[in-house]
């Protein structure tokens, strides 16, 4: 059967609605009963981050050095974020929070998320998780990855400053909020996120529009972050796209095209 331009593999129903895979062009999807991809996976490569978004999620190593602690995954999908980071960072620990059981069996049984005992995942609502444990983790995850969508967009749940509050509160005084945005600069709901993240995180806040798409990545920082060189971060930039074949020089460009009130703050010249 053919669905979304391709073949469809599997589908099923849990009681948030329709979980798809459809294979198309060597490229493996998962879908929640509509056309937009929630995951992708190269069923060649299947380590290697298929989506640009998913490899526009990876743009805060250009600020940190490596993961060898713990991080924080909110919103599962097909894996592929949680693959990169288990296959790329040994010594991370990695705690998934993920609302739908069915997404994560289809995580491991179609896009081959690995039984690993780095990864802790959590069925549960990520906004009500981080708010009911900010205590419990107070100050643990060197990133928070927030990648929280449905058939409709973003996740309703996290659309709160509360929200904001309690990842800003997980975070090491130097670590790093990285959220999968929706709808461009024109979108109200855009406007209220960054808004809400500029006033939690004191406006050390960057976005990366994903060319060609409709995601928009931020990155906010926690108050002990540095302040990094321009020079510096070239370097990095080039080193990081040898080493995992994503394009972090072009990510670092637009970087500095699209944050002129705030990239001071972050990166100096």
């Known amino acids: ?6 073949v469809l593999v599997y589908q099923s129903h ?13 490229v493996r999807s998962l879908h929640f009963g509509s056309f937009p991809r929630q995951s992708s ?3 060649s490569e299947p380590d290697k981050l298929a989506l640009e978004y998913a490899r526009a999620m990876t743009s805060w190593l250009l600020f940190k050095e490596t993961l060898d602690d713990d991080a924080m ?18 010594d991370c620990r990695l705690k998934v929070i993920e609302y739908r059981q069915s997404v994560v069996k289809i995580a491991r049984s179609h896009f081959g ?24 983790y107070q100050e643990r995850f060197s990133v928070l990855i927030v990648d929280a969508f449905d ?7 996290i659309c ?7 990842c800003k509160a997980v975070l090491k005084k130097d670590g790093i909020l990285v959220i999968n945005l929706w709808g461009g600069t024109g979108n109200s709901l855009f406007q209220q996120i960054a808004l809400w993240l500029g006033q939690v995180f004191d406006w050390k806040i960057l976005f990366l529009p994903v060319q060609g798409r409709g995601n928009i990545i931020g990155l906010a920082f926690n108050e002990a972050s540095p302040v990094y060189s321009m020079k510096a971060l070239r370097d990095k930039a080039l080193a990081l796209e040898q080493r995992y074949q994503i394009e972090f020089t072009t990510f ?11 990239i001071n703050q972050i990166i100096s010249s």
Do not use: C, Q, W
């Open 151 to 157: 058939h409709e967009g973003m996740a309703e749940s």
């Open 73 to 90: 995954v909110i919103g599962l999908g097909g894996g592929s974020i949680v693959k990169h980071l288990l296959h790329n960072f040994p």
């Open 113 to 136: 998320l690995p039984l690993d005992a780095r990864l802790k995942i959590i069925i549960d609502d990520g906004d009500r998780h981080l708010k009911l444990r900010a205590d419990k």
């Open 160 to 166: 709160n400053k509360a929200f904001f509050d309690a």
């Open 1 to 6: 059967m053919y669905k979304y331009n391709g």
């Open 41 to 43: 996976m190269s069923l």
């Open 14 to 26: 849990d009681d948030d609605g329709v979980l798809e895979i459809v294979d198309r062009d060597g």
């Open 252 to 262: 670092l460009k637009d970087f500095k095209k699209h944050n002129s009130s705030t």
